[in-house]
């Protein structure tokens, strides 16, 4: 079936179409027992197959030996060969021997396995503005599209790097991957690159031996060991400093760890997901980001669209943070009106699925027990200001709770000596958010006073 004009612009979104520009498009292959990466580089088409001589070669007895070809052109196109199990493109059989439109990030399942063409990293962090107001369609699409590659790719052991926007739920796709992988009853292990300072992060990464630094009074072993059997996510991996970037390569070259100051290395399995909001092939660029360890990363590239393009998830979003929000204050869940949808969906959502979670709380807490309207929300999208009397008991309810906790933390620090590491312990919060907290409060940073 030829593709005609009428396909092109009301149907798919633009960026389906080939980045031919960016040289890390390719062509991405995985099924039980392997996978393999095929750059798009001066090829017009793929013949997919068991056969030694097709250029993108699976060896699964689920797959045809001349199962596929991929016409690399602007558009692009997907044919079965008159394949024995057949070929789906999204979910639907594909007809024999008749060329179907294939877009960036639709997926191709050949026999057992799945075919994906994937935009290089630089494509793949390109913020899509162009599909902000799409209808409802076209982010369900999206979603759904999204929903089944997390389901494919789960079953394979490939490496995943998570690109999309901060909130946008790039924490919740690797749960999700986890969870419906073979290692689903093994441990999920994550760290936040950007909120460990760099003095700790490799201590808490690979862990320590007795000895190995000052205050070492015994051994702790490192998050890699402790999601050995499991997934490991390693969120905001472009705030990861160079030299720890370069240890982390080994780790996923070897496949083993060495705590600091142990001269044994220790083998671990481990299925590795990153995440970011930033575009990694600039930073390569720009020499803050080994090019080596993206590769390693990069099995796949999945991007995670924003809440603006994923309108038709709100409402179900904005109740069950509702009612998570008003059980917590022991009150019935809050009805949602139609108003309150509505300036829910209009809004453009630039924290997306965490701000939503933010201003359902707050709306929540600011009616006070009444019916949850607009005026609540504040979302800058109505004129109506909360009432005066709302705002004074809220700023009165957070000057008492700001002194509430200076004199918390004043007495902390009073018992502790001074002492910044056993005053955070008493307070049970990290040393970092006692600093933030000092600042916020405008309280002098103390010093360790002799006793």
Request: glycine fraction near 8%; hydrophobic fraction near 40%.
């Amino acid at each position: 079936m030829a593709r005609d004009a009428s396909d092109d612009d009301s149907t798919r979104p633009k960026d389906d179409s080939l980045p031919t520009g960016d040289p890390g498009t390719a062509v991405v292959a995985f099924w039980d027992g392997g996978h393999r990466r095929l750059p798009l580089i001066d090829v017009e088409t793929i013949d997919v197959g068991r056969a030694e001589e097709c250029t993108l070669r699976i060896d699964h007895p689920s797959v045809s030996r001349h199962h596929l070809r991929l016409h690399v052109v602007d558009p692009m196109s997907v044919e079965d060969l008159g394949s024995f199990n057949g070929s789906r493109l999204n979910g639907i059989a594909l007809p024999p021997h008749e060329p179907q439109p294939l877009g960036v990030g639709d997926v191709v399942e050949v026999g057992s396995a799945i075919l994906i063409v994937q935009p290089g990293a630089r494509a793949a962090a390109r913020p899509r503005t162009e599909l902000r107001g799409a209808p409802a369609d076209v982010g369900r699409r999206a979603t759904e599209q999204l929903d089944r590659l997390l389901e494919l790719v789960a079953k394979n052991r490939i490496n995943v790097i998570l690109v999309g926007e901060t909130g946008a739920g790039k924490e919740v796709a690797a749960e999700t991957i986890h969870a419906r992988s073979a290692r689903s009853d093994q441990s999920f292990v994550s760290i936040n690159c950007a909120a460990v300072p760099e003095a700790l992060l490799e201590a808490e990464l690979f862990g320590f031996e007795r000895g190995a630094f000052t205050g070492a009074d015994r051994g702790k072993p490192g998050l890699l060991e402790a999601a050995h059997g499991g997934t490991f996510l390693l969120d905001e991996i472009g705030e990861l400093p160079l030299a720890t970037q370069a240890k982390l390569l080994r780790v996923i070259e070897r496949r083993d760890v060495q705590r600091l100051g142990s001269l044994k290395p220790q083998h671990i399995d481990v299925r590795f997901i990153a995440a970011t909001h930033r575009d990694l092939a600039a930073l390569v660029d720009q020499g803050r980001f080994r090019s080596d360890l993206l590769h390693r990363l990069n099995g796949i590239t999945i991007a995670v669209p924003p809440l603006r393009e994923r309108t038709f998830q709100i409402r179900e979003l904005a109740t069950e943070f509702a009612a998570a929000a008003a059980a917590d204050l022991g009150e019935p869940a809050p009805q949602l009106s139609t108003q309150v949808i509505e300036a829910l969906e209009t809004y453009a959502w630039p924290g997306n699925i965490r701000e939503l979670k933010n201003a359902i709380e707050r709306a929540v807490l600011l009616r006070e027990g009444g019916p949850l309207g607009v005026e609540h929300l504040q979302l800058g999208v109505t004129s109506s200001p909360p009432p005066a009397a709302t705002v004074l008991g809220r700023n009165a309810l957070r000057r008492d709770y700001a002194q509430f906790e200076r004199e918390r933390i004043l007495a902390a620090l009073e018992q502790s000596g001074g002492n910044q590491t056993e005053c955070a312990k008493l307070l049970g919060i990290s040393r970092r958010t006692l600093m933030n907290r000092l600042d916020a409060l405008d309280l002098p940073r103390p010093r360790k006073r002799p006793r």
